[in-house]
């Protein structure tokens, strides 16, 4: 009975022995080539990922800003670029199976063959038909290889990255991509695939706004919400946006890629489309905005001190940002080429996004936000008056401006009296009497010391200071002299221009909202945005008819604001915000080892260290030798020119809330001097521009106006 189950045993074993043999002869023997042809398939035709449209920026009237426009890439595959010692013999087995080689030859020969085509053939002409060097081209390559060795290491195993081909020049032109085809482009290791190129439409006034594309980085890498999906996430070499709206609105915008999946002989096995990404359309009217900084660049040109300045317009019930303009600007096209000269334009800093991104000291225009916490706190009533004598206690401290320029007083103030004068004595005394910490509480329900809501990396929160960030930074607590700087706008309190603006409208509507910036075809599914509690009716109705006198009543600080628009009015209120002058010019004692010591003038540490990069020094000690405007310690210091306001129909009583479409706006000077001389005339001539512009456009849409226009 054993000897039997054993025979059966034995008898299965053989047949299954016969199988295994049977079966490697037909791999080995029967078979080969196919499998060969498959390895070689795997290792030279990996998945080709197509780049994806990204969508466009639009501004409020449909115009396109920035779009993509068909271009081309010359991409080599990963094998190359990283000197993969199993990628060049694959490459040649396919070679000679298809008869591109003689059968008998070694592959070792071919191997040397295809180094030498990379080497001699294809790296020099791909340099003369692109005008990119060859050690730049190598350069580039070696970029790749390190962005995704990189990407290879955090994952702890073989990455798609290293099958696939990665665009070493981009864009090319329309005969250097003939000229590839024809020459270069039968190498497997090399391939042609569509493209687009970023392409900004005569929008230099935006350019701060619009912000750029930039190389992908390994931060943005890591924290892309999309890295997990093949056809949505960020890849090495790609470009994705690094600021302004591109980088704001870079989920929306950014499309999703295409798949294509080829054998050897060019047969298509599998294809999905490409999908266009999202447009943004902006809340900004890019003729406006364009009109708008030309105005402030001509009110910058003719201040006492040149430098910059900033102009926001909000629409109050919306917050619907409408202008956003910093000057100087600079042109799109053109920022990698002038980089370097606009990084070294330390008085116009023409890359600091003046109206989100600056801080600057708010002057008179927090006596608003003052007066209606007084008047809400119970510390004053609107008929209460202060004496002003010029000076608070002393002539020599916490003086009225008026007693600065003139040597006078405004003698009695009240409530209105003091905003239409801008009286610096009866805010001081509001400041005593609410102390540093109350007026700092009341600043924040302004919406001072938070970003404004745009959602741009570049906006500042500007500073409501705390105890704990007095000591922090200052290494003190609150003090008596505090509650009157930030009474006027000084000491450690700063604000952007686009706050300054949404206090305009929160003053005007009576109530805190974040403001709008753009839209997208999303907008529908965005979180809601929260406003504010409402703010007291009370104050508010005392503060609206004191800025009503400012501009409209004989003597007030912004006469040169007031309107010529029938039927509308500003109210305002002025500033003049002391500033420290910009260090252009710094002496530096430097050291090096062995002893030496000298004194370098330069720009800016980063400038002497680039210039010295070669022997870096230490720099022991620093000292500013120039500013401007020019000024000397003991020198009273130079002010920035401010006006924040609001308009409202012609019949809206003084103090009421607006009535009819009500836009707020803040402008600023750097070193303008006085706001009702400088920042008036100018947020006069942009206000009357807004208006002219938005009662045209609500024209067009009432008679049926043509359809916005569409990328």
């Not at 910093?326 to 920022?335: G, K, L, N, V």
Request: proline share 6%; glycine share 10%; with cysteine.
């Amino acid at each position: 009975m054993f000897e039997s189950r054993l025979k059966w045993f034995s008898f299965l074993l053989g047949l299954l022995a016969l199988a295994i043999v049977l079966r490697l002869v037909d791999i080995q023997l029967l078979h080969a080539a196919d499998y060969e042809l498959l390895a070689g398939r795997i290792l030279t035709r990996a998945p080709v990922l197509l780049p994806a449209v990204r969508g466009s920026i639009l501004d409020r009237d449909g115009q396109v800003l920035v779009c993509d426009e068909p271009a081309y890439d010359v991409c080599v595959h990963y094998g190359v670029l990283s000197g993969n010692d199993d990628y060049l013999p694959a490459v040649a087995r396919e070679l000679r199976r298809r008869g591109e080689r003689p059968a008998g030859t070694p592959l070792r020969e071919i191997v040397a063959e295809l180094r030498m085509q990379i080497t001699e053939v294809m790296w020099p002409r791909l340099a003369a038909i692109t005008g990119v060097s060859v050690a730049d081209l190598i350069e580039r390559g070696e970029r790749i290889r390190a962005r995704v060795e990189t990407i290879r290491q955090a994952a702890g195993q073989p990455v798609r990255e290293e099958r696939m081909f990665h665009p070493i020049v981009e864009s090319v032109d329309e005969s250097a991509l003939l000229a590839i085809r024809m020459e270069l482009e039968r190498m497997p290791w090399l391939t042609i695939t569509p493209g687009s190129r970023r392409v900004v439409h005569d929008a230099d006034h935006l350019a701060h706004l619009l912000g750029r594309t930039g190389a992908v980085s390994a931060e943005a890498l890591e924290r892309d919400p999309d890295r997990d999906d093949e056809r949505r996430a960020l890849r090495p070499g790609e470009r994705c946006g690094v600021s302004g709206i591109e980088l704001a609105g870079e989920e929306q915008l950014r499309g999703v890629r295409g798949r294509l999946v080829e054998d050897l002989d060019r047969r298509v096995i599998e294809h999905a489309d490409q999908q266009r990404g999202s447009d943004v359309r902006l809340t900004i009217s890019a003729e406006l905005q364009r009109r708008a900084t030309e105005m402030l660049g001509d009110a910058v040109a003719n201040s006492i001190y040149p430098a910059g300045g900033a102009a926001v317009v909000i629409d109050v019930a919306t917050r619907e940002v409408l202008v956003l303009a910093s000057w100087p600007d600079y042109a799109s096209e053109r920022f990698s080429s002038d980089y370097a000269a606009l990084q070294e334009d330390l008085v116009g800093r023409p890359l600091l996004f003046r109206a989100v991104q600056a801080q600057y000291a708010a002057g008179s225009t927090c006596k608003a936000v003052t007066l209606v916490a007084a008047l809400t706190e119970g510390v004053t009533t609107p008929s209460r008056t202060v004496e002003c004598r010029g000076f608070l206690h002393t002539p020599d401290a916490f003086r009225c401006w008026i007693f600065n320029q003139y040597g006078s007083s405004h003698g009695p103030m009240d409530a209105e009296l003091a905003v239409k004068n801008s009286c610096n004595i009866y805010f001081y005394v509001m400041g005593e009497e609410l102390g540093p910490s109350k007026l700092c509480e009341w600043f924040t329900q302004f919406g001072l010391g938070r970003p404004a809501g745009t959602g741009l990396i570049e906006e500042s929160p500007g500073i409501v200071p705390s105890e704990a960030w007095l000591l922090r930074h200052r290494e003190r607590t609150f003090q008596n002299a505090d509650a009157r700087n930030f009474a006027v706008g000084q000491g450690e309190i700063t604000i952007t221009p686009l706050q300054a603006a949404n206090v305009g409208a929160t003053i005007a509507s009576g109530v805190w909202r974040p403001v709008k910036l753009y839209d997208t075809d999303e907008s529908a599914s965005d979180p809601p945005r929260e406003a504010g509690p409402p703010l007291p009716a009370v104050g508010l109705r005392v503060l609206r008819r004191g800025m009503w006198r400012v501009v409209n009543d004989e003597g007030g600080t912004a006469e040169m604001a007031k309107l010529a628009t029938p039927g509308v009015v500003m109210c305002g209120k002025t500033g003049s915000a002391q500033a420290s002058p910009i260090a252009i010019r710094w002496r530096f004692r430097c050291t090096w080892p062995g002893g030496r010591e000298e004194w370098v003038v330069a720009a800016s540490r980063d400038v002497l260290l680039a210039a010295l990069a070669d022997d870096p020094p230490t720099i022991v000690d620093a000292e500013i030798v120039e500013r401007y405007p020019p000024w000397q310690p003991g020198d009273r210091l130079p002010s920035h020119a401010w006006l924040v306001g609001y308009t409202q129909d012609a019949d809206t009583p003084p103090g009421d809330v607006p009535r009819g479409r009500s836009y707020a706006i803040a402008v600023v000077i750097e070193f303008g001097g006085g706001g009702g001389r400088v920042a008036g005339p100018l947020a006069r001539r942009i206000m009357e521009a807004v208006l002219a512009h938005e009662g045209a456009a609500a024209t067009s849409r009432d008679l049926g106006g043509a359809a916005p226009q569409t990328p």
